[in-house]
């Protein structure tokens, strides 16, 4: 992440590109009231193999709100939308895409028709957190989010295995809430000195490990 601009972010995650899925993000601190603020971003994730494209663009949005000196609160929305495109070869694709299935067998069932790997869809996804400032090095995080809505607009490729996304776009019949598919909640604490910062913590998800990403953290300012 590189601070372009004033209040202006920008990066990308490196981990993804050496997979093949090119990205790149940009927040911006639009607001600042006194105890409030409010914060708009967007990202981007692309794969292309041969024919085949896979896309990810989002925007979002948080509010933060100092309620006291040391407590803040801050609640945020992000939209996505997802869709694929083209037959790609199977064994070239992230195995995270593929659900570790055999490549062979993945193949063999949608080679019949280009119009299977088609795929549209759109989430939106609530997320809370609050911390509490204990000094200058330690603060308390808990955070918590889910996606609340999802639409398929067109399915032929069934959606990856990543986060719950298979499921909650399953839902067809609406009888289950993404909810339930999709939660994060988790508890960490966080150690903030000169350069660095340091999140160790722990949590529950419907998808085994997914909690990770959210109460787990490491970056060092230059």
């Avoid at 006194?34 to 896979?54: K, S």
């Amino acid at each position: 992440t590189l601070g372009a601009l004033p209040r202006t972010q920008i990066g990308t995650v490196p981990a993804l590109n050496f997979m093949g899925i090119y990205n790149g993000h940009i927040k911006v601190n639009a607001l600042r009231l006194g105890p409030y603020a409010l914060g708009v971003g967007a990202n981007h994730y692309r794969l292309q193999i041969g024919d085949f494209v896979g896309a990810h663009t989002g925007v979002s949005l948080i509010q933060s709100v100092q309620i006291m000196k040391p407590w803040g609160l801050h609640v945020g929305a992000r939209f996505a939308d997802l869709s694929s495109s083209g037959v790609p070869d199977v064994s070239s694709l992230p195995s995270a895409l593929t659900g570790n299935a055999d490549p062979d067998l993945v193949q063999e069932r949608l080679n019949e028709t280009e119009d299977s790997w088609r795929f549209h869809g759109q989430t939106l996804t609530l997320t809370m957190a609050t911390d509490i400032r204990f000094n200058r090095r330690d603060s308390l995080l808990l955070q918590g989010g889910a996606t609340v809505w999802a639409k398929l607009v067109e399915r032929g490729f069934e959606a990856p295995p990543i986060l719950g996304l298979d499921e909650t776009f399953n839902l067809e019949t609406g009888s289950r809430s993404p909810i339930a598919e999709t939660y994060v909640a988790s508890a960490a604490w966080q150690f903030s000195w000169r350069k660095v910062d340091l999140r160790v913590g722990a949590g529950i998800s419907n998808v085994p490990g997914a909690w990770l990403l959210q109460s787990t953290d490491l970056s060092y300012r230059f």
